[in-house]
């Protein structure tokens, strides 16, 4: 099985008890249809490092970001969300903060930002911010007066205990990120606790200091005309105050030579839900959006994510869909129903800063293009909110590096040759086919993929069959049709092993989406008249794949989108 995410079976294991799903709510300034904004918007993560250099640092930056605007609203983006971009030591490229209220002079300034803001305004494109709430950087003003003294104000912004003896840590909880989740910190004698790097010192949430600054960094960024936040970790906000001993999942090490452990005593626990519970409160303040990087064990899990009566996160990311990492129209099924009768509006994503691109999990080497493009059908047409990952909708490839001495990214270079990291999946945006992609006239962080050559967006938009100009089809689509915005979702053909299909059914109107996930041509029965219509017209396919009086044909990986009359 291709490996998404490092640390995902770590929170599949460790379930918390069944909580009722709740009945659906939605919140915010309605549309015309009824919906907030965040329902039918799609949202592009960008990865600033790597988007576009304005200043050839070979680092992105926002100037890059903002002279890219124009290229996403034609893709047809609602919402950016940034990764972080505020003052950062760069230990993990950004998920250590210094600064939650500044950007990092690497990616501009204040000003810049603003200006991003205003032209992102103009255009009708929200700004989304990562919030990184479980932990800041060891070089946070608040941690480096923590760490002064036992008495300085900030000591309990963290979490500080005596070692079980000499050189023995409190207990037995590992980093995700490797090692023992505590460090010991000689000035006062005392460890502090850290689930990612010993430089990602967690914060102390039970505090009740910690929850009004950090509620406070979202009402600076609100103001600024921020529309959400990303909140990152937020499984891991609360440790059980006793620190006992985590039990150990199964027998041997992991990667980095750790026992596996399941995260009872420091992962989801109950305590998180008052926390979200209050940054969406402040959050409804300003018609914004909470998305939640939250790795559920399943569904049940997920709707204590968008909280009792939708009182928590308004988009918490359902990623067991991305562990479906087959084509498998048995498996997108049973996971696509279960997310759809979730308690609170769907979020799909195929692809992240943290997990192998969707054009390699599922791509099988020789049809990745057209996988790719029934990818984008498939996770662009349900009901429910897509976000999208830089480089996807060209066919960007995971290009890990090949020599340990390259690894950028740390638990890469602590796992080499098991682990690679992360680099692989945070290449440069490959905009054309000259030097660097486009991407910088410096030396890029990273280095550009071979693939730059044949797959950029200079290149592809001229291309009618290419991947990105599919992408702006189904996206023009999806944000047109009624049936797409607005329609339920309802499965037909379920015993079909090849082709998934279903339709998306609003009032009288349908479409139909059939997707053949085998390398053969299929067939398939639309259903149509138990659903109540006669016939079915093209609104999208891929080659030759098309309706003929109640039955589709499909060619190998082939997209079929019509709609059906009555
Ligand atoms: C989240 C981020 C990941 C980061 C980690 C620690 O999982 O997505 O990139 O390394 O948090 O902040």
């Not at 569904?299 to 562990?323: C, R, S």
Request: aromatic residues 12%; contains cysteine; negative net charge.
């Amino acid at each position: 099985m291709k490996k998404t995410l490092r640390w995902v079976a770590l929170w599949v294991l460790s379930c918390l008890p069944w909580l009722p799903a709740y009945a659906q709510m939605s919140s915010g300034a309605p549309d015309g249809g009824g919906h907030p904004w965040w329902q039918h918007a799609v949202f592009y993560e960008i990865y600033p490092r790597s988007f576009a250099d304005s200043n050839n640092d070979g680092v992105g930056d926002l100037r890059g970001i903002a002279a890219k605007l124009d290229y996403l609203k034609d893709l047809g983006v609602d919402a950016i969300w940034i990764s972080p971009c505020f003052p950062s030591p760069q230990v993990d490229f950004g998920y250590d903060v210094s600064d939650y209220e500044n950007i990092d002079p690497m990616y501009g300034t204040l000003a810049d930002f603003d200006f991003l803001a205003s032209e992102a305004k103009k255009r009708d494109i929200h700004i989304i911010l990562d919030f990184v709430v479980n932990h800041t950087s060891d070089q946070h003003k608040w941690f480096l007066d923590s760490k002064s003294s036992r008495t300085s104000p900030y000591r309990d912004w963290y979490i500080w205990r005596d070692g079980k003896g000499p050189g023995q840590p409190p207990n037995n909880w590992v980093s995700t990120f490797g090692g023992s989740a505590w460090k010991f910190d000689p000035t006062t004698d005392q460890y502090y606790y850290h689930f990612f790097y010993p430089e990602q010192p967690d914060l102390n949430w039970r505090n009740p200091a910690v929850k009004d600054a950090m509620f406070d960094v979202t009402r600076w960024w609100y103001k600024r005309g921020v529309s959400g936040f990303r909140l990152d970790a937020v499984d891991t906000l609360f440790e059980d105050p006793n620190l006992k001993d985590n039990p150990i999942r199964k027998p041997g090490k992991n990667a980095f030579g750790d026992p596996f452990e399941e995260n009872k005593y420091n992962g989801k626990l109950p305590e998180v839900h008052d926390v979200l519970r209050g940054l969406r409160q402040v959050a409804n303040e300003y018609d914004a959006v909470l998305i939640g990087e939250t790795w559920t064990a399943d569904v049940a899990e997920l709707n204590q994510y968008y909280g009792k009566g939708n009182n928590e996160l308004q988009l918490p990311m359902d990623f067991l869909f991305t562990m479906v990492n087959k084509l498998s129209p048995a498996e997108f099924r049973k996971q696509i129903a279960a997310v759809d009768a979730a308690s609170g509006w769907p979020t799909f994503v195929i692809s992240n800063h943290d997990i192998v691109r969707s054009y390699d999990r599922y791509g099988d080497g020789k049809h990745n293009d057209q996988i790719a493009k029934l990818m984008a059908a498939l996770y662009l047409t349900l009901r429910g909110t897509p976000i999208m990952y830089y480089g996807e909708e060209i066919g960007m490839k995971t290009t890990p590096p090949t020599r340990q001495e390259d690894v950028k990214d740390p638990i890469g270079r602590k796992g080499w040759p098991k682990e690679k990291g992360r680099d692989g999946e945070r290449t440069p945006m490959q905009w054309d086919d000259s030097e660097n992609a486009g991407f910088t006239k410096g030396t890029p962080w990273l280095p550009v993929p071979p693939t730059y050559k044949t797959h950029n967006v200079a290149d592809e938009s001229k291309e009618p069959d290419s991947i990105l100009e599919f992408y702006k089809s189904v996206l023009k689509l999806r944000h047109t049709n009624s049936a797409l915005l607005n329609g339920d979702y309802k499965a037909i053909n379920e015993s079909n092993t090849n082709v998934l299909s279903y339709l998306r059914v609003y009032q009288d109107q349908a479409v139909v989406v059939s997707l053949n996930m085998t390398d053969t041509p299929q067939n398939i029965d639309l259903e149509l008249k138990p659903n109540g219509f006669t016939s079915a017209s093209g609104l999208l396919a891929t080659g030759k794949s098309a309706a003929k009086g109640d039955q589709v044909s499909l060619e190998p990986y082939g997209v079929f989108i019509g709609e059906l009359h009555k």
